[in-house]
Each structure stands twice: as C-alpha cells, then as structure tokens.
C-alpha cells in the first residue's frame, strides 16, 4: 500500500533526505522517497500505519505534513481523481494549493524587505568609512537595527531548519546558511557593541570593521533563490496541472422517461445514459450508442487531428466533441478513467528517482559535514598563515566557504528534469511509468517493433479465397473458416468472421475447439474434424500440399499477404490471403530510428517470405519471423547477449513477456484499450511515430539531468577551494561572502531553468 503526503519547509535536498531518514525508522514502513521538487513524500507500508505516526515523523525533523483531509495524503488506491480535480478548479478547499501560494508570497515579500535593507546596510558601509553626516555610533546602531529582522525573519526558515538538523545530528543546508551569515552577524554585533560603549574602545575587537553586509545581502540572495526556485519549480509541474483540469463538470443525464438532468460529474454512475453537445468535453469513459461524430483526442493521444468515432466506439473522458450531437454510455467513473490513471501514474514518475539520482543522494549525504570541516580548516590555516588583520580574513574566508557550498543544486539536478520530462511526454501521449524507465529508454539503442498492431493497424481484411477443389465453393471455405474463429480473440480470425457477416453466410456449430498457440484453429463441424491456421499446423498433420496451390501461397505471401490454409485430416480444402494495413506513419517512424542511431528489428509470427515483403515496405532490414508468441521473450534474450539495449514495442498485452524482457517495454495502443500497467512506457496513440517521440524525450532529459549534475558538481568543485583562498597566494583573489550566497542562489535557479528547457521540445 502507498500514501502521498504533501510536505511545507524543506530548503534543499538535506533535508528531504532527513525526512526518509526518519520515515523509514517507523515499524511497517518499507520504503519513503521524497521529491525535494514536487515537496511530496511516497510511503510504501507492509501494514496499515495511522498517518498520524508518519506526521509525528516528519515533524520530528523539523518540517510540516499538510493535515486537513487533502488529497495528498491519500492512498492512492482509493483517491478519487474527479474530486481531486475539483480540487484543483478551486471548487474545494485545496489545503496544499493554498500554503503553496502563501509561503511563495511571504518569500516575495522577505526578499523586498531584504532588498530595502541590503541597500541601506551597503550605503551605510560603504567602503571602510561611514557617512559624514552619521555620526559613528548612531551608523552602527542603524546597521544592527537593519541586520537584525534580515537575519532572524527573513532567514528564519534558515535557523528553525539549522535547529532540526543540528538536533537530529543531519546538518544540511540551513546548517550552512546559519553559521555562515549567523557569523558574520555576531562577529559584526560584537563589533559594533565595543565600538559604542567607551569602555570597550580600548579592546582588540574594537579594531575590526562590523559585516553586517556580509549577513544582510546574503541571506536577502537566497531567499531571492528560494523564491524563484518555488516559482520555477511550479511552472515544472504545469503538466499535471494541465491534466487536472482537462476533465468535465457537468454531464447530460438522459432519465428512463426521456427528459435530460444536469448533474455533478461526482454524480455520474456507471451504466448512465449521457448525452454530449458539439463542442462539450466528453464527461467520462463509456462507449456510443447512438449517433456518430469527430473528437478531438489531443489531450491522450497528442495529436491534433480529429478521430471519427460511430456506434459501438469507445469514447474517453475530458475529450473534445468537435462536430455531432450522441449518445453514450458511462463505463468508467471517477479514479477508474482513463485521464485519472494517467495523472496517477505521471504523479508516481514525477515522484520516482533515477537511478543516476542514487549518486547525488550519497554524496548529499556527506557533502555538509565535509563542508563544515573545510570551512574548519579554512579558519584554522588563515589563523595561523593569513595576513593581518587574520581573524577577519579568517572569519570572512570561513563564511565564504559555508555559503558558496549549498547542496540545493545537487538535490534538484535530477528530480526537475524528471517532473520536466514525464510532463512533457504526458502532454503528448507518452505515459512514462518512473524515472528509471525515463533514463533507460536515453540509452536504447535497438528497438524491436512487433508487427501487428505497431507496424500494421491489426485490422486485416481477407483479400482473396482459393479453393482446392470443385466442389467447394469460396463461400463454403469461408463459411468453414469463420464458423471455426467465431470464438477466436486474434485480429486475423476476426477479420475472416467480418467477412463471413458481411456476405450473410451463416456460421456453423463447432464441437471439440481448440486453439494451436501461434498456428491457428482446429474443430468439428457435423462431426468432420477440420484444421485452419499457417503451414506449420498443416506440418503437424503430415497433409500434402498440392503444387499449384503452393505457387498461389508463395504470390501472395510475396506480396505481403498472410495466408491461412484450411483442411480436413485429409487434403487441403483452399487457403485465404489476409492483408493488414501499414500504419501510414510506420515508415517514418523507422526513418527517425535510424536518424538516432537505432537499429530498428521487426517480430512477427509470419514466415520468412511475408515478413520480409511487410518490413521492406517500411525500410527494416532486421526481422524476427516465424516467431511464436511464448518465444518473443527468447529473441529479445538473444539480443541483449548480444550488447544491445533492446526496447521491445508491443501491444502490451499478448506481447508482456517479451515486454518484460526487455530493457524498456513500450505499450502501444489507442485510447481506453491500452495496457498501462503493462510497460515502464505507454503510448496512448496507436501512431507508432509516438516509439520515437519516446526515446527522443528521454535521451534529452537524459542529457539534461546529466548537465545538470555535470554543473552542479562543477560550481561546487570550483568555487569551494576559491572561497577557502587558495587563489590568494598567487594572484590576491577572494571570494566575498556576498559574491558567494549569489552564486549559491543562482546555481539552483539555473539547473531548474535548464530543466524547463525540456517543454520546448520539438518532436
């Protein structure tokens, strides 16, 4: 069982790993995860566990789970997206929504004030002199009256977090910040505080010049940081918003009598009669039962272009009625639609770590306290080698060190890009399942495409019937042949049971049906036993195949045909040719393979002669054929002995083993029929253009995770030893403390500003 739990406090990635730390304690609990840029926190229990024991735990650490009954904190399995929805709309109270407003408010208005104070406190110290006409003690009370609020209310998020950190032994962040401004704070109190009582005027320390700069403008720039990472941060998570309001408020209900009542979306059940308008938002799943018309599936499926939809289609919920009034039947309500399974499963992704993340968590882990022991260090070796005066170079070297440090960056590099990318795919009909299905599918570098369904529309239509002897008519082999697939799931025997329907032939009774996995059918129709399927289920049956009839199988397969072949235990009766439709954009899918360097394979059950004819029409060159479904999983195997990071492109549901197998399953599908739980990607579209759009969207998140950590560890690396001084010797470089806190503010916002970049993909 998983909860979700929205939390408010958090400053950098410290401190969510403090959260797990203290959540994972908890007895039942088997894992938490916390999302440092979504602020959210995933828990999966082995048993049920009050939420109450998950809040004191959180709490303990110094932050705040939002209480109150919000979404957010409930399980999964039983959140009711349609009413989280409303939620989102404003028509509820949406408790997080509301403190996420707020807190971005308040840093809006921490940083104006501490702007206002900057500016005065960098007046009144203006180089080592004071303003004439400011008396000397009057300027050094103005500067504590100025530092002081800075330092206690616009960074008290700062101090509180440092409290928690300090008092669980997990120094972070906050840690970071507070001794370095608070430092710089006292040391400039203590300054002032000799400076102004004649009897100290004589100490030592009534030498020094107070930094109240130093306190004031640093902690002003990270707040800065704080507030346009929050703002940054929530443009990221645009998608899901997006997704949350898509969804109708109201619905036509069609009573028995005939009249039509409004009613609440919460309110449709399913087996209602609705009734949408032109131009409406389709209220939830269900199928139509009158009436035909166009509808705009862009927000599912990411294509622009309407899809005609008659009697018996399934429609989806929060689609677009472009053109024709209908009527429909609800078939899925509430959490079961289609849109709330996608924005479930985007939420989970947005929430999952990479497994490139794994290495920024160690090293987040340790990074504070190795930071505290050089700031250490770098107070120590300016105390004993500096120039005079050496405690302020020291102090000063020691605060540059602790501020330049923050590991915010570090923590956001992966989970921004993440929420950035999943948001992106979602947009356009690609349901990424969690973060480590996004960075796998960046490395594929083979794809095996299955060839009904993905290449073809898995719509085959009969084409020709060729019979065997005289006294058997086409009619009579299609008539034989339907009556044995009438019960048949495959594509290709429904296609010869439509063909039978449409030429008003009646179908038979069938006794003793079988089915030969991957071969075909076999039954008895008025107790004459009869088998229709490939050769291979005439090869088990030892039955002669007459020439001629084998020259008419070898055309048609060369054109790219399926041929079915019926018989009794005796002789062949006649076979029948069965074309299925490529898929007008599979060929352009394979060219933009290749454009990325990805060898493109094509699986199929066909023989050799057809598999070759199809896959040459659309430009692969590798193909699988004859494959029988159990061994699709064997062949993908091979492959990856081979060295290959193999995607296997599948429907999702006869092809799950070989799904599995491989590296990355992509699901491809249309609409409500898709297998979403059945790959780590699922296209919503049947477009298998959407293969390539996948693999593309995570090879550039990839990529962008991976510039994000590069940078991040760069500016920390480089700047680190610059703040301690080692430039000095050489060439007389310091880093000021303030130089330093901008740098440290700015270092997040640009990783998440380089993250956005992914909504600007071009497929």
Request: with cysteine.
């Amino acid at each position: 069982m998983k909860k979700t739990f929205q939390i408010i406090g958090m400053d950098c990635a410290s401190c969510a790993a403090a959260i797990e730390y203290s959540v994972k304690k908890i007895n039942g609990v088997k894992d938490a995860n916390v999302n440092y840029a979504s602020e959210k926190l995933f828990v999966d229990f082995e048993k049920e566990i009050n939420d109450q024991e998950i809040k004191e735990a959180v709490k303990r650490t110094g932050y705040q789970i939002i209480s109150g009954g919000d979404h957010a904190s409930m399980d999964h399995s039983q959140m009711d997206h349609s009413k989280m929805d409303h939620a989102e709309h404003g028509e509820e109270h949406d408790h997080a929504k509301m403190l996420s407003e707020a807190e971005t408010k308040t840093l809006k208005n921490k940083f104006w004030f501490g702007t206002i104070a900057s500016l005065i406190t960098l007046v009144l110290s203006f180089g080592k002199s004071y303003i004439g006409f400011i008396p000397k003690d009057f300027n050094l009370v103005l500067l504590v009256i100025l530092a002081t609020p800075v330092e206690f209310w616009v960074g008290k998020q700062f101090w509180r977090g440092a409290y928690f950190e300090f008092k669980n032994f997990r120094p972070g962040m906050d840690s970071l910040v507070v001794l370095g401004t608070g430092a710089a704070y006292f040391f400039s109190v203590v300054v002032s505080v000799f400076n102004i009582i004649p009897a100290f005027n004589n100490f030592f320390i009534a030498q020094f010049e107070p930094y109240f700069d130093v306190a004031v403008v640093v902690v002003t720039f990270i707040i800065l940081g704080k507030f346009l990472e929050a703002k940054a941060k929530g443009s990221a998570s645009e998608a899901i918003k997006k997704l949350l309001k898509l969804q109708a408020k109201t619905a036509h209900h069609i009573m028995p009598d005939g009249s039509i009542h409004d009613i609440d979306i919460d309110n449709v059940k399913v087996g209602d009669v609705l009734l949408v308008k032109q131009g409406e938002k389709i209220p939830v799943d269900g199928v139509i039962f009158e009436g035909a018309t166009s509808i705009d599936e862009s927000m599912v499926t990411g294509e622009s272009l309407p899809v005609d939809k008659k009697e018996g289609d399934k429609v989806i919920g929060a689609t677009i009625n472009k053109s024709e009034l209908f009527k429909m039947k609800a078939t899925k309500i509430g959490k079961d639609t289609f849109l709330s399974q996608i924005v479930k499963i985007v939420e989970e992704a947005q929430a999952s770590k990479a497994p490139i993340q794994k290495l920024a968590d160690k090293i987040t882990g340790v990074f504070v306290p190795i930071v505290i022991a050089v700031a250490t260090l770098t107070f120590i070796v300016w105390m004993i080698l500096g120039p005079e005066p050496r405690f302020v170079y020291a102090l000063i070297n020691a605060v540059a060190v602790l501020v330049v440090a923050c590991p915010c960056a570090l923590g956001l590099a992966t989970p921004i890009a993440v929420i950035t990318g999943t948001g992106k795919g979602a947009e356009n009909g690609i349901i990424i399942r969690n973060a480590s299905s996004l960075e796998t599918a960046g490395r594929i570098n083979t794809v095996v495409l299955d060839k009904t369904g993905t290449i073809t529309k898995g719509e085959p239509a009969i084409t020709d019937i060729i019979t065997n002897d005289p006294q058997i008519t086409k009619n009579d082999i299609l008539q034989i042949g339907a009556s044995l697939d009438q019960n048949s799931s495959h594509p290709i025997g429904k296609a010869v049971v439509l063909k039978a329907k449409n030429e008003n032939i009646k179908l038979s009774l069938v006794s003793e049906f079988s089915t030969i996995l991957g071969k075909g059918v076999k039954g008895k129709i008025e107790n004459k036993e009869y088998i229709f399927g490939s050769k291979k289920i005439i090869g088990d049956y030892q039955i002669d195949f007459p020439t001629q009839l084998m020259h008419s199988l070898e055309e048609l397969e060369e054109q790219g045909k399926t041929v079915l072949i019926l018989s009794d235990t005796k002789k062949i009766l006649g076979i029948v040719a069965v074309a299925d439709t490529l898929k007008e954009t599979a060929k352009e899918t394979v060219d933009k393979l290749k454009k990325l360097e990805v060898d493109v394979w094509m699986i199929t059950g066909d023989n050799e002669r057809t598999a070759h004819a199809i896959a040459e029409k659309v430009g692969i060159k590798n193909v699988l054929a004859s494959v029988l479904p159990e061994q699709k999983s064997q062949k993908v195997k091979e492959l990856q002995d081979k060295g290959f990071v193999v995607a296997m492109v599948g429907d999702g549901i006869n092809d799950a083993p070989a799904l599995t197998q491989a590296d990355i399953g992509i699901a491809i599908g249309t609409g409500t029929d898709i297998a979403i739980e059945s790959a780590g990607i699922t296209l919503a579209s049947g477009d298998p253009v959407g293969v390539y759009k996948a693999i593309l969207l995570s090879r550039k998140t990839l990529k962008n995770i991976k510039q994000n950590l590069f940078w991040a560890y760069a500016y920390n690396i480089a700047l680190i030893p610059v703040a301690a001084g080692v430039l000095y010797p050489a060439f007389g470089l310091l880093l000021n403390p303030i130089l330093a806190g901008a740098a440290m503010a700015f270092s997040s916002l640009s990783v998440v500003l380089n993250s956005l970049r992914l909504k600007r993909i071009k497929f």
